[in-house]
């Protein structure tokens, strides 16, 4: 319960009253977590990011830079924002909460429902970060996403300024999969690759599947960097033995299977036909 509503003037000053607030505070944008039942956030103290300039988007020479406290309904009326991460915004389907919930609200809690995360991660997004270092002073670091997504814990009292999209001759495509669009998902999948030679390579497959986390595909990402798969529907075959998931009220562990390895294989051909192969290796 939030007894202490606190803002802040600077990225360093909210950083410094978060910390003071030893470990009971929390940074507050859009505020749909924090007041959502059941959720894992509970802070005693929130520092409010409103003041901060953390609302705009910006495009220069292909790449766009997108504030953190930016909300998933300003990223779909933009003209700027990547059509593939306003597809993903979509996947919220409550006009009231796409109207609060933010870009950087949904990176930082990673949830295994991610609107977000998977799209992100294949299109190799950077984070830039402002942290207070451990001699005391304001420092800010620009990492890719992929180093977020498998060290979240080291970024937990970190400040999430903004996200880079620098990657503007990408593939990047992403699929949903839940009961209706109200309903928590059982698998939200995205696949990115880099198109420019022509081949799909630096290729990057994630999902956020529900009881299991957001999680890579490594194996899937380096056949079709490789060109091993020459049939896409080779991954439903590698998928469905494999892949740690579990039976919850949104799908048992081989629903789930199934449709991540058959969603890859349809963003597959979906990439490949992108760059005029008509779907075949």
Avoid: W
């Avoid at 409103?50 to 609302?55: D, M, P, S, V």
């Avoid at 939200?188 to 390579?201: K, L, N, Y």
């Amino acid at each position: 319960m939030i007894r202490e509503f606190i803002t802040a003037d600077s990225f360093e000053d909210a950083l410094r009253k978060k910390l003071d607030a030893k470990g009971q505070a929390h940074f507050l944008a859009g505020g749909t977590e924090m007041n959502r039942l059941g959720s894992s956030v509970s802070p005693e103290v929130a520092v409010s990011l409103k003041n901060l300039g953390l609302e705009s988007i910006s495009e220069a020479h292909g790449i766009v830079t997108i504030g953190a406290a930016v909300t998933l309904q300003a990223l779909r009326d933009s003209v700027i924002v990547p059509a593939y991460l306003k597809e993903a915004c979509g996947f919220c389907g409550s006009l009231t909460r796409r109207n609060m919930a933010t870009l950087g609200g949904n990176i930082m809690l990673q949830r295994d429902d991610s609107y977000l995360m998977s799209t992100l991660v294949s299109a190799k997004a950077r984070l830039i970060f402002a942290d207070i270092s451990m001699d005391g002073q304001y420092v800010e670091e620009n990492i890719p996403i992929r180093e977020f997504h498998a060290f979240r814990d080291h970024f937990v009292g970190s400040l999430l300024v903004s996200v880079v999209l620098n990657k503007p001759t990408r593939f990047v495509a992403s699929q949903r999969f839940a009961r209706t669009q109200q309903s928590p998902a059982a698998v939200t999948i995205a696949f990115g690759a880099d198109i420019s030679s022509g081949e799909p390579h630096d290729v990057r497959i994630c999902a956020a599947v529900k009881g299991t986390g957001v999680i890579r595909f490594p194996e899937i990402e380096d056949g079709v960097s490789s060109g091993k798969f020459k049939d896409p529907q080779e991954i439903v075959t590698l998928l469905t033995a494999s892949s740690d998931f579990i039976d919850d009220i949104t799908g048992t562990a081989v629903y789930k299977r199934y449709i991540v390895g058959t969603a890859i294989a349809s963003m597959y051909r979906a990439c490949l036909v992108s760059i005029g192969k008509g779907g075949a290796v």
